[in-house]
């Protein structure tokens, strides 16, 4: 430790500094107490300046004393040999991620949850622990139920019960899918006030490497274009992105009639009553509206305005009536420039059946540039598709570039009629008209079109969630072939996405799924000699935003065995 002054105009500062390198390699030094101003000093310790200087070093020497005290108390000696060996079986490496999203399990008090089920059934292996390994593998390491407890045997916590106790959890965790699913939604007001006003739904299936059907596996159409049977999946997803409760259904079933029970359980174990179901066309049948408009629900959900009656796609595709979402002055489109990147809308009533509907019409140059860039790049290729002479014979995809292909049947003078290929501009005409459009229907008739525009925008989280379980949780494809247990691997897939969500949310959407994912699965340690545990992962701003989120941390040169003890209880809030 140093003295250090700063002069200003009217006044002299004195400091104790401490000198340091930084991570350049360069000395540099930083100011650790600041002493007073020399009109103060001279009061207690002068009477000249140099009377001053000489106390400001004295206490310099006494701070550098403690300093040196201090970093003796908390210093570890660990002596290695460099002749010695490592003992057979010995564990060194330890993984540490999992204590974050351990701090959300039992924020949702899910080890309560499990309690209540052991006394239900009077089992005597420990359910909570391997409920909670295997979220925490699925998220670290998605891998198979064998491969997860070989996971979970490399956690700071070593697993308490054996790999055959998890195929006998997960007949008990299927049976009560439905039960620890409403109690994760009751016990996660205890971490903030649900956004439940606002309910979105949507359906995805997933794929087994099987060749015949069984149970609910079934041949269906695959949303991945797989030629295996599938399982079919049903979610409510709340406003914040939080999932709510999912369903499992066979695989041929339509995906429409999957809501009904759902809602009903929604409605009856869950107690929301009053809230705005939002879904896309495929689930916004006429049915199901009604089933939505009764008692304090009501319904937006997605049109396809190819599928409008004649009179009401002219009336859709008029580019006059328009008005700007920003602050309603009226607009023709046919007047916006090229570049424009506002958003634009008209409505008007909409009965296509007896229900009393609202029906809004958007239109975004932003959207309409992207759709006209896409198609220009796939009109491209299906003009090389003519010239190759590689036209496909099906076309199953919508978006496929062969769409744009039209067929002629040409017959020469005495010859067998030849088929000839040519680019079909009167569709690309045609689908040119829909570009930026979007539409909605919805039975809010008095409502703000901002407010249910932007209901409508957040259905891309719960596609985000899916997205999430299929990829970073690879919860397909399945290898397990008892319902039951599918329901199992699939509840840990969901607890996983829940947990997951509400760490990101309290990340504040600063990163992304990828970066939050790999940080976790990096928070790896070294155990010395036993005596305790070294970080071996960079820290940064995220890992010390988890450490203030959890309110525990792992980034200290040595962490000891207490301190590591300390952290796992402070991560299950004890």
Sequence with gaps: MKVTTSKSKNSESFYIAKSYINNKGKSTSVNVRKLGTLQELLIEHGPTRDDVMRWAKEEARLETLKYKKEQQAKAVQITFHSDHKLDYDQQVFYRGGY??????????????????????????????????????????????????????????EKPSYQLHDVYRALDVLGTECDFIQSEVYKNSHLIGKRNDKILYYDCTNYFFEIEQEDGNKKYGKSKEHRPNPIIQMGMFMDGDGIPLAFSLFPGNAN??????????????????????????????????????????????????????NMDDKAWALDKSGFKRVSDDSPVNLSEISDDD???????????????????????????????????????????KMICNGSVKKERRNPNDPARFIGKLAVTEDGEAAKIQNYLDTDKIEKEELYDGMYAVTTDLLDDDVK?????????????????????EFEARPVFLHDDVRIKAHFLICFLSLVIYRYLEKDLKDSYTCETILEKLKSMNFADI??????????????????????????????????????IQKKSKGR
């Excluded at 809230?275 to 408009?293: P, Q, R, T, V, W």
């Design 451 to 471: 407010d249910i525009l932007k209901v409508s925008e957040g259905r891309w989280e719960i596609e985000e969630c899916f997205r999430i379980m299929k990829t």
């Design 341 to 383: 990147t506002g958003l634009y809308y008209k409505d008007e009533p909409y009965t296509p059946g007896t229900l009393h509907q609202r029906l809004i019409i958007t239109y975004s140059p932003k959207y309409a540039r992207y759709q006209k860039a896409v198609r220009d790049a796939q009109v491209e290729r299906a003009e």
């Design 99 to 156: 204590l974050f999203p351990q701090f959300f399990y039992y924020q949702l008090q899910l080890d309560k949850t499990c309690r209540k089920i052991r006394d239900k059934y009077h089992f005597k292996f420990d359910i909570n622990a391997i409920l909670s390994d295997l979220v925490y593998a699925r998220i670290l390491e998605p891998a198979s139920k064998r491969s997860s407890y070989k996971i979970a045997s490399e956690f700071l």
């Design 255 to 308: 995906e429409q009639t999957s809501l009904k029970p759902l809602e009903e359980t929604v409605l009856q174990d869950f107690g929301c009553t009053k809230f705005i179901y939002c879904s896309d066309a495929g689930l916004g049948s006429e049915k199901i509206k009604k089933l939505n408009h009764a008692g304090e629900r009501a319904f937006i959900v997605t049109q396809s305005i190819k599928k409008l």
């Design 529 to 566: 000699h036993e005596q305790g545990f070294i970080p071996l992962y960079k820290r940064d701003k995220l890992t010390d935003r988890l450490h203030e989120i959890c309110g525990f941390e792992t980034d200290f040169q040595f962490i000891t065995k207490s301190q590591m003890k300390t």
